[in-house]
C-alpha cells in the first residue's frame, strides 16, 4: 500500500572471535670491531691487563716476604734481650736452656743476613722453629703473672657459696639442707685441692712447668658456680591460701528481717472498708 511505511531491513550480526596479538622484542647481540681508530685492540688490552696483575701480584709477595723477614728479626731481637738473666724472663728459663735458646737465636740471625732472597716460607719456618724453643718460656712468665689473681678469685667464689649454704636466711632458707649441704661439700673440695696444689707450686722451680695452671682453676670455679647456682635458684614456694569461714547473720538480725518482712506483707493487703451499707 502506498500509504505504509517501508520497514527497514534487519541488521544481522555476526560473532568474530578476536585474537590478541603481543608484541615482543628480539634483542641481538652485534659484534662491532673497530677499524682505523685510536688505541689498543681488545687482544692487546687483556695481555696488559694480565701483565698488571701479575706485576701486582708479585709486589704483594715482597711486601709480605719483607713483614716475614722483619717478624724473624724482631723476634730474634726481643727474645735475646728478655731470655737474659736480667730479663722479663730471665726467672723462667734454666740456664743450660738459656745457652741452647741463645745458640738458636745467633745461628738465625746469621742464616738472616747471609741466605740470600729467601723465601717467605723460609722465614716463616726459621720463625716457627724458635718459638718452638721460646713460647714455653713466654707461657711460663705469664701464668706466674696470673696465677695470683686466680687463686684469689677461685677462694672468693668459695667463700661466696659456702657462706650462702651454711647461712641461707630467708633467701635460700626454703631450699632443703641436703642440697645446701652438696653446695659445702663442693667447696670443701675445690678448697682442698687449691691449698695441695698452691702448696706444690711454691715448691716448684719458676722455670719449670707449673702444676697450678690458671686455665684448671678457671674451670673448677665456672663448674663450682654452675652447680651451686643450679641449686640456688630453686624458686620459694607459693604461701598456702587461708580458707574463709562463711560469715553468719546474727540471731537479732534475722529476727528483725523477718518482723520487718511481716510488716512489709501487711502493708501490701488491702485496707478493708469500715463504712456500713445503709438500705
Not at 505504509?4 to 603481543?22: G, I, L, T
Not at 695441695?196 to 719458676?206: F, I, N
Not at 553468719?248 to 488491702?270: I, L, Q, R, T, V
Amino acid at each position: 500500500k502506498e500509504g505504509e511505511e517501508k520497514k527497514e531491513p534487519e541488521k544481522k550480526y555476526e560473532w568474530v572471535e578476536v585474537k590478541k596479538m603481543k608484541k615482543r622484542t628480539k634483542k641481538t647481540d652485534v659484534k662491532v670491531t673497530a677499524s682505523g681508530t685510536p688505541g689498543l685492540s681488545r687482544e692487546r688490552l687483556q695481555a696488559l691487563t694480565d701483565a698488571e696483575t701479575a706485576m701486582q701480584a708479585d709486589m704483594n709477595d715482597i711486601i709480605e716476604t719483607d713483614e716475614r723477614r722483619n717478624d724473624l728479626e724482631s723476634y730474634i731481637f726481643n727474645m735475646r734481650d728478655r731470655a737474659s738473666e736480667s730479663g722479663e724472663y730471665g726467672e723462667f728459663i734454666s740456664n743450660a736452656d738459656r745457652e741452647a735458646f741463645m745458640s738458636e737465636l745467633t745461628k738465625a740471625e746469621d742464616w738472616l743476613y747471609d741466605t740470600e732472597n729467601p723465601t717467605k716460607v723460609q722465614y716463616i719456618d726459621k720463625l716457627d722453629e724458635l718459638k718452638r724453643l721460646g713460647d714455653p718460656v713466654v707461657w711460663r712468665c705469664k701464668e706466674a703473672g696470673m696465677r695470683k689473681e686466680w687463686i684469689q678469685a677461685v677462694q672468693g667464689t668459695i667463700t661466696n657459696y659456702r657462706t650462702a649454704a651454711e647461712q641461707p636466711g630467708d633467701k635460700f632458707g626454703h631450699i632443703a639442707p641436703e642440697k645446701l649441704g652438696k653446695i659445702v661439700a663442693a667447696c670443701n673440695d675445690l678448697e682442698k685441692w687449691l691449698n695441695e696444689l698452691t702448696a706444690k707450686q711454691d715448691a716448684v722451680p719458676k722455670h719449670e712447668k707449673p702444676v697450678l695452671i690458671c686455665a684448671d682453676m678457671e674451670k673448677k670455679n665456672q663448674e663450682l658456680a654452675k652447680m651451686a647456682d643450679e641449686i640456688l635458684k630453686e624458686p620459694k614456694p607459693a604461701p598456702p591460701k587461708e580458707d574463709k569461714p562463711e560469715e553468719k547473720p546474727a540471731e537479732g538480725a534475722a529476727a528483725g528481717e523477718g518482723a520487718a518482712g511481716g510488716e512489709e506483707e501487711k502493708k501490701d493487703e488491702p485496707a478493708k472498708d469500715s463504712s456500713l451499707d445503709v438500705d
